[in-house]
């Protein structure tokens, strides 16, 4: 239900702020709120210690943030939440390439079907459609990416060092993003109303759950928990924001669902796993 918001929040925010400044003001809040929860108890040599993978995971997450904030200047929460159900596949992809794993038949045949239903989403007619598409496609392999490594290398670290530390860094590169652009701005009152609820939701709980539950569950497993989010964001975004999914909309939604769903199954043990190939 938490992670389903995100791209509603993500979209009330773009009548209020520029997409850099709306990226910047809502994880900076979140890592204000981590260190009054962690009231000193921080324990910075960890930073230190682990410079390196902090900063790799605050440039990708700030990227990916800044992104998805821009995306919604071109299509709907319901669309990017869809799209961004292609994380599975680009999860499936770096098991393969950088961890060494193989797929089954019946894996290939789900990644083919949500790629296929990516692919109809985005190819619809308007540049703008392709344009925001493209955005969260790309924002989305960088996420899983950033994933991958949290999985490999983040899930021994204190977790308020890591989790604090992690929104610290995105928090500057968001700032230093925002700067580039050109987009800073200071947020009116009913933005920095939004904001605080974002940087809560979005931010401190709907990410410190995923993390928590990315050191207990494989990625697959866990994914196969967030599937349903863009039917959620969709009932959230027509009840208020207006409108509907187009026709191609729905037919491609139902193949990345479907295909994630496959591959998510086969990953998690819940349908039978062929030789690989």
């Known amino acids: 239900m938490v992670e389903s918001l995100y791209w509603i929040f993500t979209r009330a925010m773009l009548t209020h702020l520029p997409p850099a400044a709306s990226g910047f003001w809502m994880v900076g809040i979140g890592a204000l709120e981590v260190a009054a929860f ?3 108890r921080l324990d910075w040599r960890v930073f230190w210690r682990h410079r390196s993978f902090f900063v790799a995971i605050g440039l990708l997450v700030g990227v990916n943030t800044n992104l998805g904030f821009l995306s919604m200047q071109y299509v709907e929460p319901g669309t990017a939440s869809l799209l961004s159900r292609t994380s599975i596949i680009f999860g499936v992809a770096l098991g393969v390439l950088w961890l060494g794993e193989r797929l089954t038949r019946i894996e290939w045949g789900g990644a083919i079907v949500a790629i296929l239903g990516a692919v109809l989403v985005s190819a619809q ?12 496609v790309v924002a989305t392999l960088l996420y899983a990416l950033h994933s991958a490594i949290v999985k490999r290398w983040g899930s021994a670290m204190p977790f308020l060092e890591f989790f604090f530390f992690r929104l610290a860094v995105t928090t500057t590169v968001l700032l230093g993003l925002g700067v580039a652009q050109n987009a800073l701005a200071w947020p009116s009152r009913t933005a920095w109303v939004i904001l605080i609820a974002a940087g809560t939701v979005n931010v401190v709980v709907s990410r410190g759950l995923y993390y928590l539950a990315l050191r207990q569950l494989d990625m697959s497993v866990l994914t196969i928990a967030l599937t349903a989010s863009p039917v959620v964001t969709w009932i959230w975004a027509v009840a208020l924001f207006g409108g509907r999914p187009t026709t191609i909309e729905i037919v491609g939604g139902i193949a990345i669902l479907a295909g994630v769903s496959v591959v998510s199954a086969s990953r998690g043990g819940l349908i039978g796993r062929a030789r690989p190939v």
Do not use: E, F, K
């Open 38 to 40: 962690a009231r000193g």
């Open 125 to 136: 007619p308007g540049d703008h459609l392709r344009a925001g598409s493209l955005i969260v």
